[in-house]
């Protein structure tokens, strides 16, 4: 099974490696910039030859708390536990950054970046985002917004983006995206050579890794997987529930919900979570400059914290109905996190689109703290029991 796989244990050794790096490579000069959230384009990052880590963990109620002290317990648990990680600096991504840079997708992250800035001392560069990626004013914003971020970088490393090195950077992280891709769908097959578990933990690795170091061992994954590939035995699934997840973000160190839903025996086969997949779909630079890569933002999935009324031509929805079907799920998971009020307001929505397609659906509305798990893995216990029913309904 998965366990046997050479290079995720290669991976795992290069994330333990890389602080120590990280720490050499600032020693000799280089900067770094950590980031946060959904919309910002790393393709301009690397291009200046600056360091791009993605911050931001979960699952620690102790940093939950101590970021409470900064930020307003009204916000969820994953904005109050960065918070905590800039009070606490000790850990190793967040000590790092020399320049902090967020988009303003979600507005409770957007608050966390003012709150860094002005207590925490960090400096702080805003990408503005338009509540509308689907409007020709919101594009135009975005457009705008995206070539003053690009000056600001510029300003911070000291030079000029070239269209050479976005030329490059535009080609890395579009192998790298395209590389994720395939392993999504090597995760959803049956007798699968690797869990949806350790897919997003190649993802997330994706955070702080050197990207073109990352970029190789996503090519070295997917060659081991081709290498093990199972032969064509039919698999009988009929008792599998195959989950898909979707809704608030799962950041590295938050397992909650996924484990009690592998405790259950249920199979996650997919998501769409802005922590997961999601920002590996729909990126396409039809050109190498500052604009075409705004453009490439402008149309890849939207964000779930960006409001959209229609649901008839909401992509963020189709894509979910698409993926649901690419990986045959038998039923969607939908996590939110407590005071997450966009992926909470869209839940019914959500669950009526879904409903319509005939595709079980379940809310699971959660923090970080245990006081829920007993009453979360009732509820999920009879969910996961109700699909595979289901299914031996329908052979």
């Known amino acids: 099974m998965s366990g046997s796989l050479n290079t995720i244990r290669k991976i795992r050794e290069a994330l333990e490696a890389r602080p120590g790096e990280i720490e050499r490579l600032k020693s000799e000069g280089r900067k770094v910039v950590g980031w946060i959230n959904y919309n910002i384009p790393e393709e301009l990052i690397l291009a200046l030859d600056l360091i791009p880590l993605r911050l931001g963990k979960g699952g620690d109620d102790r940093l939950v708390e101590l970021g409470s002290r900064w930020i307003s317990t009204k916000n969820c648990v994953f904005v109050r536990e960065l918070v905590g990680l800039f009070a606490e600096n000790e850990d190793p991504y967040i000590a790092a950054s020399d320049l902090v840079a967020v988009d303003a997708t979600c507005m409770q992250i957007f608050r966390a970046g003012e709150i860094v800035q002005y207590y925490f001392k960090k400096p702080v560069v805003i990408l503005g985002v338009p ?3 689907a409007t020709p004013e919101g594009a135009e914003y975005f457009r705008h917004e995206v070539g003053h971020f690009a000056e600001r970088l510029e ?38 050579l690797i869990s949806w578990r350790e897919t997003l933990e190649v993802v997330q690795a994706g955070n702080v890794l050197d990207r073109r170091r990352y970029l190789s061992l996503l090519h070295e994954l997917v060659s081991e997987l081709q290498e093990k590939q199972a032969t064509d035995e039919i698999v009988d699934d009929r008792e599998e529930a195959r989950i898909f997840l979707s809704g608030s973000i799962v950041p ?23 922590s997961g997949l999601a920002p590996q779909l729909g990126v396409e630079v039809a050109e190498p400059t500052i604009a075409g890569i705004a453009d490439a933002y402008l149309g890849r999935v939207p ?22 079907d690419r990986f045959k799920a038998h039923a969607v998971v939908y996590h939110t996190l407590r005071y997450c009020d966009p992926y909470t307001f869209k839940g019914n929505e959500t669950k009526i689109v879904l409903s319509e397609e005939g595709i079980p659906f379940l809310e699971l509305h959660t923090e970080y703290s245990g006081s829920d798990y007993e009453a979360i893995r009732t509820r999920a216990e009879a969910f996961v029991e109700l699909v595979r029913n289901r299914n031996l309904l329908e052979v």
């Open 303 to 324: 964000h779930g914290a960006l409001p959209y009324l229609d649901l008839a031509s909401d992509r963020r929805i189709a894509n979910l109905k698409d993926l649901v």
């Open 252 to 274: 590295p160190g938050d397992r909650k919900i996924v484990g009690i839903l592998e405790e259950l025996g249920a199979r996650i086969v997919g998501d769409d979570l802005w």
């Open 131 to 133: 509540r509308s990626f």
């Open 155 to 192: 300003d911070f490393a000291g030079r000029k983006i070239t269209r050479e090195a976005l030329t490059e950077s535009v080609a890395l992280l579009g192998a790298i995206r395209s590389a994720l891709d395939e392993i999504y769908t090597w995760q959803a097959a049956d007798g699968a």
